[in-house]
């Protein structure tokens, strides 16, 4: 058979074609193939950042799960020292107002005790949880005399009936001395020694002749460096010149709550 010139050339050109056709198919397979290898990789990279993200988040539940526990801990411990501290706060002012019902009540004794010094200048008063029995000098001591005379005799021996009924009770005394200078009183050379030298006495008649335990008692000279009156006048150094005995209850129990 034999084919016409025009039929050949036109095989030719559909030869042509095809080839044509599937050298572009094969360009584009490949950029597919290519696509899909990129799109397999984006895959991988999505599938390990979802799984990184699912790791994170998986350690977000459970801090917050451990940050709830543990808050719910802390505030428990809380709850339970707040209820600690204030029984505590409740027996510390269980104390107190044990104190101050003794302070008063002892203050009421020696009020009474020493009712008929009053007039010589004796006072008793509370101060800062502490009672302070107030006696100026024309109640002890003769002037410049360090000698207790027979009346403050009399008045230390009531005070020291109600310190013997009182064991838990401190003593403190002191002695106070107005600013004028000492003059002409031998051994003694000024303020500071009389005020400490008084103050010794009445500490050494409260032990030797009263029997008021010695453990119990501290004396201290403050001279003329505590006044009670700044006015320079006869009458503000009459109240500066005294012997000061400060009763202060034991407050062991108190100490060992606050401890």
Same mark, same amino acid.
């Given at each position: 058979m034999v084919m016409s010139t025009k039929k050949y050339k036109q095989l030719l050109a559909d030869k042509d074609s095809i080839a044509a056709g599937?050298?572009?198919a094969k360009v584009k397979i490949q950029s597919l193939e290519e696509e899909i290898v990129k799109l397999k990789a984006d895959t991988a990279n999505l599938n390990q950042r979802i799984a990184s993200l699912s790791s994170s988040l998986d350690d977000v539940n459970n801090n917050y799960a451990k940050l709830r526990t543990n808050s719910s801990t802390e505030i428990r411990k809380l709850?339970?020292?707040?209820?600690?501290?204030?029984?505590?706060l409740?027996?510390?002012?269980?104390?107190?107002r044990k104190r101050d019902e003794a302070t008063n009540a002892l203050k009421n004794k020696l009020q009474k005790a020493l009712l008929g010094?009053?007039?010589? *200048?004796?006072? +008793?008063?509370?101060?800062? $949880? @502490?009672?302070?029995?107030?006696?100026?000098? =024309?109640? &002890?001591?003769?002037? *410049?005399?360090? +000698?207790?005379?027979?009346? $403050? @005799?009399?008045?230390?021996?009531?005070?020291? =009936?109600? &310190?013997?009924?009182?064991?838990?009770?401190?003593?403190?005394?002191? $002695?106070?001395?107005?600013?004028?200078?000492?003059?002409?009183?031998?051994?003694?050379?000024?303020?500071?020694?009389?005020?400490?030298?008084?103050?010794?006495s009445v500490t050494r008649f409260l032990i030797d002749e009263q029997k008021v335990d010695a453990n119990r008692l501290t004396?201290?000279?403050?001279?003329?460096?505590?006044?009670?009156?700044?006015?320079?006048?006869?009458?503000?150094?009459?109240?500066?010149?005294?012997?000061?005995?400060i009763l202060s209850p034991k407050l062991d129990e108190l100490y060992n709550l606050i401890q």
């Open positions: 599937w050298d572009a709850a339970d020292d707040l209820q600690k501290r204030e029984a505590r409740k027996e510390v002012e269980e104390v107190l010094f009053a007039e010589n *200048g004796l006072t +008793v008063e509370i101060k800062n $949880g @502490k009672v302070y029995v107030s006696l100026t000098d =024309k109640l &002890l001591f003769s002037s *410049g005399s360090i +000698v207790i005379d027979e009346r $403050g @005799k009399q008045a230390l021996k009531e005070l020291a =009936k109600v &310190l013997n009924t009182q064991p838990e009770i401190n003593i403190a005394v002191e $002695g106070h001395t107005d600013n004028q200078r000492v003059v002409n009183l031998g051994q003694i050379k000024d303020n500071w020694d009389l005020s400490v030298l008084r103050a010794t004396a201290t000279g403050k001279g003329e460096f505590q006044p009670v009156e700044n006015l320079n006048t006869t009458e503000a150094r009459s109240k500066n010149r005294r012997i000061e005995i």
